[in-house]
């Protein structure tokens, strides 16, 4: 069973800093997403990656396999980003759909 | 395009009912998943349905079924209820797998008194 593990859990910071929102898994994956989640439960989907770099706007995702790893930038922070930011993990194959981190809480303060 | 749509949005029960679900799926995306998200265990998979066929279930007591009709509408029910049932319930649609992106919708709040 996969293990997904997200860092920090909260996070406050400045208008026009610079974010990272950490990921890690314990099991070989298909393909991991970025969710973004704002107060009252919509769930935005960000990103979906298997490899590689992605792009949309101020937010970049990155994964690394050999490492299991992942990271949610956003550069030049606003406060309309102030959501909950969450990675799951499929392993693909069967498995038992998506395993979720626990997501961090972001704040981003004018 | 219309979004993933599901209902209904708020849903109060007492312990031992049951309940129903609905959602309606994104046109043309044949695969529904549910979801579970409570403020201890956060968000978890429930289960998959493609093409009318539970394709993976994920580690819940039979209390929680589902099924998907043909134009590819996805209910839940949730029987007996407990207290610990009370969550947001959410459920996603996408073109084929869990790999594809997914499109959430807006959940059922179900609360258990």
């Known amino acids: 069973k996969n293990e997904v593990e997200q860092s920090p859990q909260n996070l406050t910071a400045q208008e026009g800093e610079f974010i990272t929102i950490n990921c890690s898994y314990s099991?070989?994956?298909?393909?991991l997403h970025w969710l973004q989640q704002h107060p009252g439960g919509g769930i935005v989907s960000l990103f979906m990656?298997?490899?590689g770099k992605k792009k949309h706007g101020r937010l970049i995702a990155t994964i690394n396999i050999q490492e299991k790893h992942s990271s949610l930038h956003i550069t030049a922070s606003h406060p309309r980003d102030s959501a909950v930011y969450i990675c799951?993990?499929?392993?693909?194959?069967?498995?038992?759909?998506?395993?979720f981190g626990k997501g961090t809480h972001l704040i981003i303060q004018p | 395009k219309a979004g993933v749509t599901q209902t209904p949005r708020y849903l109060i029960k007492t312990r031992g009912q049951q309940v129903t679900l609905s959602c309606s799926p994104i046109?043309?995306?044949?695969?529904v998943s549910w979801y579970q998200q409570t403020p201890g265990q956060g968000l978890q998979f429930l289960f998959e349905?493609?093409?009318?066929?539970?394709?993976n279930k994920g580690n819940f007591p039979g209390r929680f079924s589902g099924r998907q009709f043909s134009n590819s509408r996805s209910e839940m029910n949730v029987s007996t209820l407990e207290l610990g049932d009370s969550a947001l319930y959410l459920c996603?649609?996408?073109?084929?797998?869990?790999?594809?992106?997914?499109?959430f919708g807006p959940g059922t709040r179900l609360t258990v008194l």
């Open positions: 990656l298997s490899s």
């Open positions: 996603a649609s996408n073109f084929g797998t869990s790999g594809n992106e997914q499109f």
């Open positions: 349905y493609f093409s009318e066929t539970q394709r």
């Open positions: 099991v070989g994956i298909s393909a």
């Open positions: 799951a993990a499929y392993s693909g194959g069967g498995a038992d759909g998506l395993t």
């Open positions: 046109s043309g995306h044949r695969s």
